[in-house]
T-cell receptor, first 118, second 111 residues
Framework: GAVVSQHPSRVICKSGTSVKIECRSL??????MFWYRQFPKQSLMLMAT?????????EQGVEKDKFLINHASLTLSTLTVTSAHPEDSSFYIC??????????????FGDGTRLSIL | EDKVVQSPLSLVVHEGDTVTLNCSYE??????LLWYKQEKKAPTFLFML????IEKKSGRLSSILDKKELFSILNITATQTGDSAVYLC???????????FGSGTQLTVLP
């Protein structure tokens, strides 16, 4: 149980394109979803926390107008990288959490999206 | 600011060796400490530790937490090449219980 699906797994696109990444909790309702970014040979850095039905909370240094997060339902959150540039190339990972599953694992991770901007 | 520090940053061993990975933390309102294994994709959950001194074990992997010293270790015995990965330590922090990750230990097991 507690499966999180992230799509797409890989994106290659031109500079200036906007890219949407979806994160779905398949068998539980995720009250909170988290978005992380990971650069090569570095650890996961939290970008933002989103609660269903409310605005996302962004970490310091993360531009909210650049990385649009929508958490419209208890099973879906999206991250849109607007007007992406090569420096936005990274591995983006989502995770989902809810009080019902927290005691087993605080967060369940999607498989990640590798974004390459040319 | 909450902090999780891992050591060593990288480790190269031969198959059959035993390794110990370290994780220290400074977290306000500490609840638990987690270990993950990351290969090419997102992290895979290994252990969640909440109590001091109780070892958690899964096959050749084991982990233990010392809440007095704010420290955890992950042991891997009889290492195999398939154990090669980045091992991440993390702790939930903040009101939303977001995870603060350590920098990870890159483990390479040579045949």
């Amino acid at each position: 149980g507690a499966v999180v699906s992230q799509h797409p797994s890989r994106v290659i696109c031109k500079s200036g394109t906007s890219v949407k990444i979806e994160c779905r909790s398949l068998d539980f309702q995720a009250t909170t979803m988290f978005w992380y970014r990971q650069f090569p040979k570095q650890s996961l850095m939290l970008m933002a926390t989103s609660n269903e039905g409310s605005k996302a909370t962004y970490e310091q240094g993360v531009e909210k107008d650049k990385f649009l997060i929508n958490h419209a339902s208890l099973t879906l959150s999206t991250l849109t990288v607007t007007s992406a540039h090569p420096e936005d190339s990274s591995f983006y990972i989502c995770s989902a959490s809810s009080p019902q599953i927290y005691s087993n694992q605080p967060q369940h991770f999607g498989d990640g999206t590798r974004l390459s901007i040319l | 600011e909450d902090k999780v520090v891992q050591s060593p940053l990288s480790l190269v061993v031969h198959e059959g060796d035993t390794v110990t990975l370290n994780c220290s933390y400074e977290v306000t309102n500490f609840r638990s400490l987690l270990w993950y294994k990351q290969e090419k994709k997102a992290p895979t959950f290994l252990f969640m530790l909440t109590s001091s001194g109780i070892e958690k074990k899964s096959g050749r992997l084991s982990s233990i937490l010392d809440k007095k010293e704010l420290f955890s270790i992950l042991n891997i015995t009889a290492t195999q090449t398939g154990d090669s990965a980045v091992y991440l330590c993390a702790a939930p922090s903040g009101s939303a219980r977001q995870l603060t990750f350590g920098s990870g230990t890159q483990l390479t097991v040579l045949p």
